[in-house]
């Protein structure tokens, strides 16, 4: 009777989810964790460096296009409101660079299976994924934050909610980065998706511009853009200026990546466009 009953038994906990390890692999996790962030730190010139550069190129070429008698927006000097918004989409395109690109080249190079093949459900694949971009958004963030700090002497106004921006704003789009990079089979489609969807969402969000500048039709239409609500926050974070609550922000942001959690979750459950 023990050599019959103990298949059963051992059956029965894995319909319940008791794995070996836990209900939550914690160590699988935390080391899918740890290659998406010693991946981006081992090409540090590219992943951290440039980002930087680009950002201080945005700058410059602004302030010498538009020159000092730029008036003000939203009563504060237009280099201080232009540098939040700079950073902010700098931090988020770089959190979608860093998931989207290490699913597409495991899927490229067909070796998306040794991702998928270890005891790491849905959510901790997503979680996996998601710290990386974190992880990379954080780090381009602090960097560009001591480079504004330096060379124009803006802080901080409000850190908590510079902080709680900057992370929704990275989890959103690494999030988005796996959507984007589980839908894409090759490069090129990528390539559309970037173009087409991160680029636009990212530019016409009110990083340049204050949203009531526009007209009330695309004003509206800004608003429905969860991204504008992330740079908006950052901004309130930064100088103490907004064009929105940043407690309508903050529901935005939470709701919108909740959103896409959950989506990426459900797809790396059923192997949406992931299997071989």
Request: glycine share 10%; charged share 10%; with cysteine.
């Amino acid at each position: 009777m023990t050599e019959t009953a103990a298949p059963a038994d051992h059956a029965g906990d894995q319909t319940m989810g008791n794995r070996r390890f836990g209900r939550i692999n914690w160590l699988g996790t935390w080391t899918l964790a740890k290659r998406e962030v010693l991946r981006f730190l081992n090409v540090w010139t590219q992943t951290i460096a440039a980002p930087l550069i680009t950002a201080g190129l945005f700058l410059l070429i602004f302030t010498i296009a538009i020159g000092p008698g730029r008036p003000d927006v939203l009563g504060v000097p237009f280099m201080q409101f232009l540098a939040p918004g700079i950073l902010t989409m700098t931090v988020i395109q770089n959190a979608f660079a860093n998931s989207s690109s290490s699913i597409l080249v495991a899927k490229v190079q067909g070796n998306i299976v040794d991702t998928l093949m270890p005891p790491l459900s849905g959510g901790e694949l997503v979680t996996g994924y998601i710290a990386g971009g974190i992880a990379r958004g954080l780090i381009v963030a602090a960097v560009i934050a001591i480079g504004l700090w330096l060379a124009f002497g803006i802080g901080i106004a409000h850190p908590l909610w510079a902080l709680t921006f900057t992370l929704l704003g990275a989890t959103f789009m690494a999030a988005l980065g796996i959507v984007a990079a589980i839908f894409a089979n090759k490069f090129d489609q990528m390539a559309a998706i970037t173009n087409f969807v991160v680029t636009p969402l990212a530019f016409l969000s009110g990083t340049f511009y204050s949203i009531t500048a526009l007209p009330p039709t695309l004003e509206a239409i800004t608003r429905f853009n969860p991204v504008f609500y992330m740079i908006d926050g950052a901004r309130y974070g930064m100088i103490g200026v907004s064009d929105s609550s940043p407690w309508l922000g903050l529901a935005v942001c939470l709701i919108s990546c909740a959103g896409l959690i959950a989506l990426c979750w459900y797809w790396f459950r059923i192997g949406y466009r992931m299997k071989p």
